[in-house]
């Protein structure tokens, strides 16, 4: 059976910056849940990143850019917590080798998660197109990215591997 990262505060887990969750309420996530498809990930928690931490977003570009060492994911604060960014993707991208996962859904807007659109670097809730850090490194290695104003699509890609 195939499986489906997903990020841990869509499913309610209280991991996000400011210690809180976004779950989502999705007959699909339910269905999954019962089937045992679901492996969660927090890319932050998982590099060690406390709960809650300050905000982080990256500056001057998107989740390709931290890939190629071009710009830098900052705390609100000024702190450079790039290498934990990497160190969350890396451990993603391993959990979907580890099980096979060829699909994910993880949280939109965020600096690691963030699949078509992240905040711009400047802290305002200004928003840019672009992916997060977790998602751009996934999507390099061929998993496919939704987020979780996308289940539904996700869940027909999903339908489309396990034949």
Not at 68 to 87: C, P, Q, R, S, W
Not at 103 to 130: M, N, Q, R, T
Not at 141 to 146: E, I, S
Request: glycine content about 12%.
């Amino acid at each position: 059976m195939r499986k489906v990262l997903i990020s841990g505060c869509l499913l309610g887990k209280k991991v996000r910056y400011d210690g809180g969750a976004l779950a989502v309420a999705d007959q699909i996530v339910e269905r999954w849940r019962s089937e045992g498809r679901i492996v969660s990930v927090c890319p932050e928690v998982e590099a060690g990143m406390s709960i809650p931490r300050p905000p982080a977003e990256i500056f001057n570009g998107s989740g390709e850019s931290v890939l190629n060492g071009e710009v830098d994911v900052i705390e609100k604060d000024g702190g450079k917590v790039t290498n934990d960014f990497l160190a969350g993707a890396s451990i993603a991208l391993n959990l979907c080798r580890k099980f096979d996962i060829s699909i994910a859904v993880l949280a939109e807007f965020s600096p690691s998660c963030g699949s078509s659109a992240i905040y711009d670097g400047s802290f305002s809730g200004k928003k840019v197109p672009g992916m997060g850090v977790t998602a751009a490194l996934l999507r390099e290695h061929g998993v496919q990215v939704f987020n979780q104003y996308k289940i539904a699509e996700a869940d027909k890609a999903l339908i489309g591997k396990s034949v």
